[in-house]
């Protein structure tokens, strides 16, 4: 444990002083949101690996534009926001997704419910990752970061109908998933 972490420091301190390339505030900085941000990183890549260096590119854009925080809202919000944008940068330039027809879109638009508010919070992360990136992106994105189908279109570079229906597949395979972990094999219908 660093000197540093005995000490409260304040956002304001630790801003400061990795504008001022302190290296002890970055290490602080870095000790501070790198388990958190870690986890934000493994929802987007699936394998630890591909987190680490995301991971890694992500905190080297928080070094380089820490000075242009504005304190609106709070310091963790934003290095979180350059973490998912940076997961999705590196989704993007793997280029996961896969076109799908209007009427694929339409057949599998609401068919099931979700019934992931019976696992634990561990299942659930785990079974996400188990889906294929795009559908895991797209999921992770509209259910976890609250975007809309129209800001997710614009950031991958996709149709809404194809946000929406990788969406909607990754739900039906969620479900499929949790009821063969739960032990149910038959699908709930809507």
């Known amino acids: 444990?660093?000197?540093?972490s005995n000490q409260i420091i304040s956002d304001s301190d630790l801003i400061?002083?990795?504008?001022?390339?302190?290296r002890k505030m970055q290490y602080e900085l870095y000790q501070r949101y790198?388990?958190?941000?870690?986890?934000?990183?493994?929802?987007?890549?699936?394998?630890?690996?591909?987190?680490?260096?995301?991971?890694?590119?992500?905190?080297?854009?928080?070094?380089?534009?820490?000075?242009?925080f504005r304190s609106e809202g709070s310091f963790e919000?934003?290095?979180?926001r350059i973490f998912v944008n940076t997961a999705i940068e590196h989704f993007r330039r793997k280029n996961y997704m896969q076109p799908v027809t209007e009427k694929e879109e339409n057949s599998v638009e609401g068919k099931y419910i979700s019934v992931l508010d019976k696992l634990a919070e561990k299942d659930i992360i785990s079974l996400v990752q188990k889906l294929s990136?795009?559908?895991?992106?797209?999921?992770?994105?509209?259910?976890?970061e609250g975007y809309t189908h129209k800001q997710i279109a614009e950031m991958l570079?996709?149709?809404?109908?194809?946000?929406?229906s990788q969406l909607s597949r990754a739900k039906i395979i969620l479900q499929e998933m949790v009821n063969k972990h739960l032990g149910k094999y038959k699908q709930i219908p809507k």
């Open 77 to 80: 919000g934003w290095v979180r």
């Open 157 to 164: 570079g996709i149709s809404e109908g194809t946000s929406k």
């Open 34 to 68: 790198a388990s958190k941000m870690f986890g934000v990183c493994l929802r987007y890549t699936g394998n630890p690996e591909e987190a680490e260096d995301v991971l890694q590119e992500s905190f080297i854009k928080v070094f380089k534009k820490v000075g242009s």
């Open 133 to 144: 990136p795009g559908y895991r992106t797209v999921f992770n994105m509209y259910v976890v």
């Open 16 to 22: 400061a002083g990795c504008i001022n390339e302190d």
């Open 1 to 4: 444990m660093s000197e540093l």
